[in-house]
């Protein structure tokens, strides 16, 4: 299994990203792809995951109403798309995935990580 994050980047407070994760290997009929993110020193925060099963999705208090998580009938890519920036959302971006019918925020529940993708928010 593979996950694999494009599309961070430099972007000014008040704009938009569209991140994505390509997932390849994954047989399971059922699974999660989350989105995590870390600043250095910080503990890794769970903030968006979307369920392989009926789509359903869960947020973050802290991205409600910005980031939108999405995938097409093809289920990869993964995508994270992060509007209304604000310079608190500049960390290294993961994408997770586990191969069960979650819809948890929780690192602990995760077994596969992507290497990550940088977003910074800053003017």
């Known amino acids: 299994v593979q996950l694999v994050e494009s599309g961070g980047g430099l972007v000014q407070p008040g704009g938009s990203l569209r991140l994505s994760c390509d997932v390849s290997?994954?047989?399971?009929?059922?699974?999660?792809i989350a989105w995590f993110r870390q600043v250095p020193e910080q503990e890794r925060e769970g903030i968006a995951v979307?369920?392989?099963?009926?789509?359903?999705?869960e947020y973050a208090d802290s991205v409600k109403g910005r980031f939108t998580i999405s995938f097409d009938d093809t289920k990869t890519p993964v995508y994270l798309q992060l509007n209304s920036l604000k310079p608190e959302d500049t960390a290294v971006y993961f994408c997770?995935?586990?191969?069960?019918?979650?819809?948890?925020?929780?690192?602990?529940?995760?077994?596969?990580w992507g290497q990550g993708t940088q977003v910074t928010v800053s003017s």
């Open positions: 997770v995935a586990e191969n069960a019918d979650l819809l948890r925020l929780d690192p602990a529940d995760y077994g596969l």
């Open positions: 979307i369920r392989s099963s009926d789509s359903t999705t």
């Open positions: 290997g994954f047989s399971f009929d059922d699974y999660a």
